[in-house]
Structure formats: structure tokens, C-alpha cells
């Protein structure tokens, strides 16, 4: 009897914690106002580079975020509830083209950036690759600060993903170039130093070659994202470049927050533009205030709707060739770019559509891409 009486008390005991065990797990996947730490920077993270948030990463689920989040579920037929569970998360992750696997159980170790003595006295003073963190791979990421970075960006730097000198700073330069070497040695892109990337970086990765290095990263002359004038790098070999069609090729393979790395031949220039849309062409931004000064530049220092033939490097690594101008106009994404809205890039398209729905300044770049191309091949393109 008592045995009986026993085993009831457990079952109602059970039924009465379901409500709040179900609450608990519901709690832990899904990430609100108020929550904090590395799942909320890593959710942050994608929606900056998707173009839903503004700033930098502070892993502090607040107002700004929360209206990032509900952007991105109307965008993408969500329930828009600005809550981030697990289904909203997978297609951020998806979208943003990172891995969607948790990271919310990461140690504090992992956000913090290391200024072990330990680790700074083995990393700076070892001359082999294979003790360069010192056995510490906890996880960089934007935000991140001090030797154990700026060891990261020397490596990053020898290997030809950043150019300039090692500031110790993890910002979006750093990441970009991080994100191009995890790509480059088929890694998990996702912008995270973390420990698989780490002990590839010290084993040397892939040297790349001077007309990859130069679309790679950023191929900015500062890791710090500092603006220089002085940037120039390597456009990519010749044979390399496809001709590729808008409507055919491009516009079904490029979504908004994409980036493309243009390189400008006549003043060496290169900068990043991310994607804003895609309509009958390219709307995109600078992505930071160092590629707005390398475009502005590569322009004889005016912003001008003349527009100059360009090398274009698509995110999926092929070049190809456009043609863009650097007039700022209507709306824009990015707050810190000194870009006030957006510009165009155009890629090729058949004449006569161009003649029908973009008669002036839509033909006037098809003649620069016409023109631009024969220049390299001395093909003649008939339509």
C-alpha cells in the first residue's frame, strides 16, 4: 500500500515539473529580450551580415536585436515574433552561411580574449608554427582584443589573407580575412578563430598566391579597418576572369548581405561592396569607411555616375567583370561606411533588353562591360 501511495506521489510530482521542464528547455534553444553571451554574438553576428542589423556585436539580446529578428522572420515567411528559436536560428544560420550548431554552452573562456602570460610568452617567443596559440584555442570573434589576436593576424598576414600590420583587433578586416582563409581550407566559414581553425592557421593552411591573396579577406591595407589611400593589390589573372551573364549566371546566386570584392585596373584600387539587392542590376554599399576611401580614390576623389569597368570577385570566388560607378544615392544598410546609401554594379546583359528597359544609363555601362572585354580578349560581343 504504501508502495502504491509512493509511486503516486512520483507521478504527480512528474506531471507537476512537466510545465516547467518543458519552460526550461524552451528557455535554453530560444534566445529573447534580455538574453546574453555567445549564442546572442553569434546570432547577432549573422544578422549584420545579412543586413538586419547596424553596429558591431555586444552578445546583448536588446531592442535593436529584437527588431533584426522579426525583420528577418517576415523576410523569410517566420512567425515574426522577434524571438529566436530554434527554426529562426536555422535559417539565419542557413542564410548567413554559418554553422547552425549551438554554441551556448561554451565556456566563458571561450568569449574572453586570453592575455595569459603562459600563452603570450610561448606564442611570441616560439619559432615553430605548431606552438604559435601556446595550446590555447579559445574562440575569437569581433570585439576580441590583445596578443592573442594580434598573433592571429600575423599568421593571417604571412599566409597573404590580411595585408597591413597587426593591431591586436579583431574587427571586420580581421574577419573577413578569417572567413577566407576557414573557405579557402574548407573550413566552417563562419568568422569564428576557434579551435579547428586555430591549429589549421598553425599548420601553415594555404599559402595563397598573389592574385588570390588580393580577393581574399579584404585585401585591405589595415586589420584594424583603419581608412588608407595607399591601398593597392594584384587583380586576378587573366585567364581566371569568366564572362558571366546577370539574369543567366549571377543575380540567381547572389542574395543581399553577399559581399563582392572589386578590384578597379587603372589605379590599382580594390574594396568590398555588400550586396543591397538585385533587380535589372547590382545594388550595393562599401562595406567599411576604408573601402568607401578606395573606391572614392579609384575615382579621381569625386563621387561621380561616370562609371569605370571593373574586375569582379563573386562570392562564390569566380571573376568576373562589371561596371560601377561611386555616387551615393537613395537608401543604404551599413551606418559607419561614410557612404550615405547605395550604389550600382552593373553585369552583363543582352543589348536589346538593355535598350528597352534601361535605354540611357543601363546601355551606357552594357558599351563599358562590351568595351572593357574586348580590351582583354579582343572578342567582340554580338548582343
Same mark, same amino acid.
Given at each position: 500500500?504504501?508502495?502504491?501511495?509512493?509511486?503516486c506521489?512520483?507521478?504527480?510530482?512528474?506531471?507537476?515539473?512537466?510545465?516547467?521542464?518543458?519552460?526550461?528547455?524552451?528557455?535554453?534553444?530560444?534566445?529573447?529580450?534580455g538574453?546574453t #553571451?555567445?549564442?546572442?554574438?553569434? !546570432?547577432q &553576428?549573422?544578422? +549584420? %551580415? @545579412? =543586413?538586419?542589423?547596424? $553596429?558591431?556585436? /555586444? *552578445?546583448?539580446?536588446?531592442?535593436?536585436?529584437?527588431?533584426?529578428v522579426?525583420?528577418?522572420?517576415?523576410?523569410?515567411?517566420l512567425?515574426a515574433?522577434?524571438?529566436?528559436?530554434?527554426?529562426?536560428?536555422?535559417?539565419?544560420?542557413?542564410?548567413?552561411?554559418?554553422?547552425?550548431?549551438?554554441?551556448?554552452?561554451?565556456?566563458?573562456?571561450?568569449?574572453?580574449?586570453?592575455?595569459?602570460?603562459?600563452?603570450?610568452?610561448?606564442?611570441?617567443?616560439?619559432?615553430?608554427?605548431?606552438?604559435?596559440?601556446?595550446?590555447?584555442?579559445?574562440?575569437?570573434?569581433?570585439?576580441?582584443? #590583445?596578443?592573442?589576436?594580434?598573433? !592571429?593576424? &600575423?599568421?593571417? +598576414? %604571412? @599566409? =597573404?589573407?590580411?595585408? $597591413?600590420k597587426? /593591431? *591586436?583587433?579583431?574587427?571586420?578586416?580581421?574577419?573577413?580575412?578569417?572567413?577566407?582563409y576557414?573557405?579557402?581550407?574548407?573550413?566552417?566559414?563562419?568568422?569564428?578563430?576557434?579551435?579547428?581553425?586555430?591549429?589549421?592557421?598553425?599548420?601553415g593552411?594555404?599559402?595563397?598566391?598573389?592574385?588570390?591573396s588580393?580577393?581574399?579577406?579584404?585585401?585591405?591595407?589595415?586589420?584594424?579597418?583603419t581608412p588608407?589611400?595607399?591601398?593597392?593589390?594584384s587583380?586576378?589573372n587573366?585567364?581566371?576572369?569568366?564572362?558571366?551573364h546577370?539574369f543567366?549566371?549571377?543575380?540567381?546566386?547572389?542574395?543581399?548581405?553577399?559581399?563582392?570584392?572589386?578590384?578597379e585596373?587603372? %589605379?590599382?584600387?580594390?574594396?568590398?561592396?555588400?550586396?543591397?539587392?538585385?533587380?535589372?542590376?547590382?545594388?550595393?554599399?562599401?562595406?567599411?569607411?576604408?573601402d568607401?576611401?578606395?573606391?572614392?580614390?579609384?575615382?579621381?576623389?569625386?563621387?561621380?555616375?561616370?562609371?569605370?569597368?571593373?574586375?569582379?570577385?563573386?562570392?562564390?570566388g569566380?571573376?568576373?567583370?562589371?561596371s560601377?560607378?561611386?555616387?551615393?544615392?537613395?537608401?543604404g544598410?551599413?551606418?559607419?561606411?561614410?557612404?550615405?546609401?547605395?550604389?550600382?554594379?552593373?553585369?552583363?546583359?543582352?543589348?536589346?533588353?538593355?535598350?528597352?528597359?534601361?535605354?540611357?544609363?543601363?546601355?551606357?555601362?552594357?558599351?563599358?562591360?562590351?568595351?572593357f572585354?574586348?580590351?582583354?580578349?579582343g572578342?567582340?560581343i554580338?548582343?
Open positions: 500500500m504504501k508502495i502504491r501511495k509512493g509511486i506521489l512520483l507521478l504527480t510530482l512528474a506531471l507537476a515539473l512537466a510545465p516547467c521542464l518543458n519552460a526550461l528547455a524552451y528557455q535554453a534553444s530560444t534566445l529573447r529580450s538574453s #553571451g555567445e549564442a546572442v554574438e553569434k !546570432l &553576428q549573422a544578422l +549584420i %551580415s @545579412l =543586413g538586419y542589423l547596424g $553596429g558591431t556585436v /555586444d *552578445g546583448k539580446f536588446g531592442t535593436h536585436t529584437e527588431n533584426a522579426r525583420k528577418f522572420q517576415k523576410a523569410n515567411g512567425k515574433d522577434g524571438l529566436a528559436g530554434t527554426k529562426t536560428q536555422e535559417t539565419l544560420y542557413a542564410k548567413a552561411g554559418m554553422s547552425s550548431s549551438s554554441t551556448a554552452t561554451a565556456t566563458a573562456a571561450t568569449t574572453s580574449t586570453s592575455t595569459s602570460t603562459k600563452s603570450t610568452a610561448t606564442t611570441t617567443t616560439s619559432s615553430s608554427s605548431s606552438s604559435l596559440f601556446g595550446g590555447d584555442y579559445s574562440t575569437m570573434r569581433m570585439g576580441s582584443s #590583445g596578443s592573442r589576436v594580434k598573433i !592571429l593576424q &600575423q599568421q593571417l +598576414i %604571412s @599566409l =597573404g589573407y590580411l595585408s $597591413g597587426a /593591431d *591586436g583587433k579583431y574587427g571586420k578586416l580581421t574577419r573577413a580575412a578569417v572567413v577566407a576557414q573557405k579557402a581550407n574548407s573550413l566552417t566559414a563562419d568568422g569564428l578563430a576557434g579551435k579547428k581553425t586555430l591549429k589549421s592557421l598553425e599548420s593552411g594555404k599559402t595563397v598566391t598573389s592574385s588570390s588580393s580577393s581574399s579577406a579584404s585585401s585591405s591595407s589595415s586589420s584594424s579597418g588608407s589611400s595607399s591601398t593597392k593589390a587583380g586576378p587573366g585567364a581566371s576572369v569568366k564572362l558571366l546577370w543567366n549566371d549571377i543575380k540567381p546566386t547572389l542574395s543581399s548581405g553577399q559581399t563582392l570584392y572589386i578590384y585596373p587603372t %589605379s590599382g584600387k580594390s574594396w568590398n561592396l555588400r550586396v543591397y539587392s538585385c533587380g535589372r542590376h547590382c545594388d550595393a554599399e562599401p562595406l567599411t569607411a576604408e568607401t576611401a578606395n573606391m572614392l580614390e579609384a575615382f579621381g576623389g569625386v563621387n561621380t555616375w561616370s562609371q569605370k569597368a571593373v574586375y569582379v570577385r563573386l562570392p562564390s569566380t571573376w568576373t567583370i562589371g560601377t560607378h561611386d555616387m551615393p544615392h537613395l537608401s544598410s551599413i551606418k559607419d561606411n561614410n557612404f550615405n546609401g547605395h550604389l550600382c554594379v552593373h553585369f552583363l546583359r543582352t543589348m536589346s533588353e538593355a535598350e528597352q528597359n534601361d535605354p540611357k544609363y543601363g546601355v551606357s555601362n552594357q558599351k563599358t562591360i562590351r568595351s572585354w574586348k580590351s582583354l580578349t572578342e567582340t554580338d548582343d
